[in-house]
C-alpha cells in the first residue's frame, strides 16, 4: 500500500482500508479548500491500483470497509471504477461497504444504470460537499456548482439506492451573507433528504485564496458564537427530511453534536441556545480546533 501527498478520508472512515485511486481533485478550485495545494490532479495508473488491492488482500483480508481516495475519486468513468471494485469484492470476502467522494457533476454525468452497477459492487456511500445551499456563496467560494444541481445530484443518487453524506461548511458566507448562507443550506438539506448531513466549521488555511482574501480584508470570517448561531438557524431550517443522521463532529467545530433529524430537532436547537447562553467557554478551544 502506497500513498503519494496529502491524503483525507471522512471522520466515519476512520476504520476503513484507504486506496488512492486518483491523486488529488479534478476541480481544487475552492477558495476555502487547502487540501490537495501539494498536488494536481491525475488518474492513478490502474496497475499500481490492482497491485495495492492485491497486497492489501494479502495483509488485511478481514477487510470490511474500503474509502476510494483522493477528492473526487467519482470522476472516474464507471469502465475504471468497476474492475476496481471486482477486485476489492474479491480481495476482501467480508467487504461491507465501499465509499467515495464526489461532486455534483460526477454522478449527474453517470446513468442511473451506471450508479446502480456500482452499488452492486458495494460502492454504495457517497460523500458530496454541499458547502452551502446559497449561489452567491458558492459562487464566491468558487464551488463549481449551483446549489440546484447539487440536490438533483443527491435525489439522483439515493433514487438508485446509494446513500449521500452531505457536508456544508459553518462561516463560509462570511459575516455579511451569514444568514442567506444558513437559511439557504437548510433548505438545500431539507430537499435533498440525504440519509447523513454533517457540518464543519471555516478554517483559513495559509496558501488559500480565502487566507488572500482574509488578509486583504475582503472576507470577514464570523466570531465562534455567530457560527453557533448560524448553525441553529440552518437546523432550524431543515424540514421534512427522514431519519437523517445529523453530526458535527469533526475536528473544526467548536461544538460536537450528534442526533438524528427530525426526531432530535428540538434537543439539537435547546442545546445550541444553552451553548450561546454560556459563551465561548463551553466552546471547543481554538488551539484544539484542526482539519
Known sequence: MRYYGNVVRPPSEAGSYILQVTYGCSHNECIFCCTYL????????????????????????????????????????????????DALNEA?????????????????????????????RK???????????????????????????????????????????????LGLGGVDLWQPHAIDTGRAVSAMDPAYFSLLSLMVVPGTELH?????????????LEMLKEMRVTIEHIEGVSNCVFRTNHASNYLPLAGTLPQDKERLLLTIDRALAEGESVLRPEFLRAL
Open 38 to 85: 501539494d498536488k494536481r490532479f491525475q488518474v492513478r495508473p490502474p496497475a499500481e491500483v490492482m497491485e495495492d488491492i492485491r497486497m492489501a488482500g494479502l495483509h488485511m483480508p478481514d477487510t470490511r470497509r474500503v474509502f476510494l481516495a483522493d477528492g473526487n475519486a467519482l470522476v472516474l468513468s464507471s469502465r475504471r471504477l468497476v474492475p476496481i471494485l
Open 92 to 120: 476482501f470476502p467480508r467487504l461491507e461497504r465501499v465509499g467515495i467522494y464526489g461532486n455534483a457533476r460526477d454522478i449527474l454525468r453517470k446513468s442511473d444504470e451506471e450508479l446502480m452497477e456500482l452499488l452492486e
Open 123 to 169: 460502492l454504495s456511500i457517497i460523500y458530496l460537499g454541499l458547502e452551502s445551499g446559497n449561489d452567491e456563496v458558492l459562487l464566491r467560494a468558487r464551488k463549481g456548482a449551483t446549489a440546484r444541481e447539487m440536490i438533483e445530484a443527491v435525489k439522483k443518487a439515493q433514487k438508485a439506492g446509494l446513500a449521500v453524506s452531505v457536508i456544508a461548511v
Open 212 to 224: 488572500r482574501m482574509v488578509t486583504a480584508g475582503e472576507f470577514v470570517v464570523p466570531e465562534p
